[in-house]
């Protein structure tokens, strides 16, 4: 079974630059997750999709960050203008969504961010 | 505000030893903890522990949740330097959601 796809691997941006990653999730999870994980921490939540409906995006600072899963398969993340701070790994995570049960994220091989 | 705390955030032991990972949490409707293992690239899966499996082992390593303190440990026995990682404590609340702890660092010298 492949896993979660994410593209590209490293981007090296300057700030006010835009950037955009792009992920494809486990084939028939409907849950998407995009997380942000700065050097140190743990992965933040950013925004999470069922299907193609946003479920929680309340951590998407949304003055420049916006993303989409318009078929309800893959997904974009965008970031207009960057900042220094958003150099980070961005991950993306899928599930298969069951309703009863916390179901198993499954997490792609990151997008690493610099901002310079 | 839903909160997970892990300690200790760094542990260098040496190839052989046992370690244990804690894991606090603070969140509401409570569903699931997960643990996961992160080397340079993506957080890979552990464990699960819900209120009706509150224990797991895999090999070496094995996890328990204690519901009444709001907490889990992971174990590692006979430590080997391909266990150094990161390891992730998550936990899960409504909707699916997973709040992540920062993370402990260990690093297993032969």
């Known amino acids: 079974e492949a896993g979660v796809a994410q593209s590209p691997r490293y981007k090296i941006i300057e700030k006010r630059q835009s950037v955009a990653f792009w992920c494809n999730p486990i084939?028939?999870?409907?849950?998407l997750y995009w997380y942000q994980q700065i050097l140190g921490q743990g992965p933040k939540l950013l925004i999470q999709f069922q299907n193609n409906g946003v479920v929680d995006d309340s951590q998407l600072p949304k003055d420049r960050f916006s993303a989409e899963r318009l078929k309800g398969v893959d997904s974009t993340l965008k970031i207009q203008p960057a900042k220094l701070e958003d150099s980070a790994v961005y991950l993306c995570?899928?599930?298969?969504?069951?309703?009863?049960?916390?179901?198993?994220?499954?997490f792609g091989p990151g997008t690493r961010l610099l901002v310079l | 505000e839903d909160k997970v705390v892990q300690s200790p955030l760094s542990l260098v032991v040496h190839e052989g030893d046992t370690v244990t990972l804690n894991c606090s949490y603070e969140?509401?409707?409570?569903?699931?903890l997960l643990w996961y293992k992160q080397e340079k690239k993506a957080p890979t899966f552990l464990f699960m522990l819900?209120?009706?499996?509150i224990e797991k082992k895999s090999g070496r390593l094995s996890s328990i949740l204690d519901k009444k303190e709001l907490s889990s440990i992971l174990n590692i026995t006979a430590t080997q330097t391909g266990d150094s990682a990161i390891y992730l404590c998550a936990v899960g609340g409504g909707a699916q959601k997973l709040v992540f702890g920062q993370g402990t660092r260990l690093t297993i010298n032969p």
């Open positions: 995570a899928s599930s298969l969504a069951a309703e009863l049960y916390q179901e198993t994220q499954y």
């Open positions: 084939s028939g999870h409907a849950t």
């Open positions: 819900t209120s009706s499996g």
């Open positions: 969140v509401t409707n409570f569903r699931s």
